[in-house]
């Protein structure tokens, strides 16, 4: 199913709508609850990322990056935000792809799997910085509340038990004294 052609604008309407999309942008990051709560909103700008040319899904992007921190503290439905991201990581826009791994790496926390796997996936991307936006999301440790590593790190912290060294001799005399208890 081909992707209906976007409407023809005036350039002063193209205007118009660029500067309602920034403002956009800019109330949702005044009042983020709105966009939290109505992930259709998301999903509309995504969608109209991917309708529009001559600059204008530039700043469809740019009420995207605009819109991003607001999922800093996660999402009330992340079911239908992973489903959105995953569906648009296959966009044929690099942009794009690129906005879906900086929203899976910062709406959902490091040590959510399905979010991660995306992250994988992107790590193959033909672009460049989706590639790399990937790994870096990828190398971020989970909160310290996620997972719990003070007993490893406790563990390599503690000194390591002296060794004493075994003469050659010695080796020989246990292994014949092993051999011989077999």
Sequence with gaps: AAAAAAPVLSPAAMEH???AYT????????????IINHISLLERLFTDASKWTNGL????KEALGLVLPCFANGCPDPDRLLELLANRLRS????????????LSTA??????????LCVLACADSNAD???????????LPAPDAVDYTHVLD????PLPPQTPISPSKQTEEASTAAAAA
């Design 17 to 19: 709508l660029a500067l």
């Design 130 to 140: 989706v590639r790399s936006e990937a790994d870096q999301a990828l190398l971020r």
């Design 23 to 34: 403002g956009l942008g800019k109330l949702c990051r005044r009042v983020p609850e709105h």
């Design 92 to 103: 044929p826009d690099a942009g794009l792809r690129l906005l879906c791994v900086r929203y």
């Design 155 to 158: 563990a390599a912290a503690a």
């Design 57 to 60: 899904e530039d700043r469809v």
């Design 108 to 117: 959902f926390p490091a040590s959510h799997i399905p979010s991660r796997l």
